[in-house]
């Protein structure tokens, strides 16, 4: 442990941290490969609670906080924290879908968005700025630097790509032991501050981006976040860490190293 309640894995937690992220990035696989127009969130849900289960882990999410669901089911406007139901999803929807697994007492937590069939050009646009800054996110990352470099990096690249808001009032976070945990990683921010990026210390990084405003409102579950003007958002995000080879992207299926690599980024996976 450092200062703040930062935790800090040995490799062998690492390791453990990578099983449990490659049982998040298949459930992201079998969820982009799932989804249709006609199926309900909550089908959704069982499909990946049971792939979660059956890969040997535990869902991160289920009885979280009291939160009912093994994934959130995040549709159009609804930006994160969607609880799967009966919502059926339509032609030209899109749908962001988090996912977290526990394997060993160790998390991994990730998100996707997937358009339902064809989805509007601008809609596709704001999905691919936004994975797009999560990976220049992580990719700003290195020994010695600062969280923050990781935030100003999510937000150079989304500010360069148009006019879209960055939500502030949710962020990337630490991750280990527990699902969340210090430090915070905001989406936004000059570079240089927050603690410093030592071997050990793994992060999620999960841009939150809409077509409108960075303003949101809760509904009345108290869990599903919603943009204040309607507009629509997307939602990705990654658990990596930092080793002295490089940068490994724990619930990437190929640890990170094809995007990272084009991005001119060590890889650092094992």
Avoid at 146 to 163: K, L, M, N, P, Y
Avoid at 174 to 202: C, D, F, T
Wanted: charged share 20%; glycine share 14%; aromatic share 6%.
């Amino acid at each position: 442990m450092l200062d703040r309640g930062i935790e800090i894995k040995t490799p062998d937690q690492i390791d453990a941290m990578r099983r449990a992220g490659l049982v998040v990035g298949q459930t992201l696989e079998l969820m982009r490969s799932t989804v249709r127009a006609g199926i309900t969130t909550g089908e959704l849900d069982a499909i990946a609670e049971d792939n979660i289960r059956s890969s040997g882990a535990t869902p991160s999410f289920k009885g979280y906080h009291g939160f009912p669901g093994s994934i959130c089911a995040s549709v159009n406007e609804e930006v994160v924290h969607g609880i799967p139901g009966e919502r059926m999803l339509a032609e030209g929807d899109v749908i962001s879908i988090d996912c977290g697994a526990i394997v060993d007492g160790w998390h991994g937590d990730a998100a996707i968005t997937v358009p339902v069939g064809t989805v509007p050009a601008e809609v596709t646009e704001l999905m691919r700025v936004t994975e797009e800054a999560m990976w220049r996110g992580i990719a700003a990352a290195h020994l010695g630097g600062r969280v923050t470099d990781i935030s100003h990096a999510v937000e150079r690249h989304v500010r360069s790509q148009g006019r879209y808001g960055i939500l502030e009032d949710y962020v990337g976070h630490g991750i280990g032991s527990q699902m969340h945990q210090p430090p915070n990683v905001p989406n936004y921010g000059r570079p240089g501050k927050g603690p410093k990026l030592v071997e050990g210390l793994a992060l999620a990084v999960e841009p939150m981006i809409t077509l409108g405003t960075k303003d949101t409102e809760v509904l009345e579950d108290d869990w599903t976040v919603i943009t204040a003007d309607g507009t629509w958002a997307a939602h990705f995000e990654h658990t990596f860490t930092l080793t002295p080879q490089g940068t490994w992207v724990l619930t990437a299926l190929d640890g990170g190293e094809a995007a990272l690599t084009a991005l001119g980024v060590p890889w650092g996976g094992r």
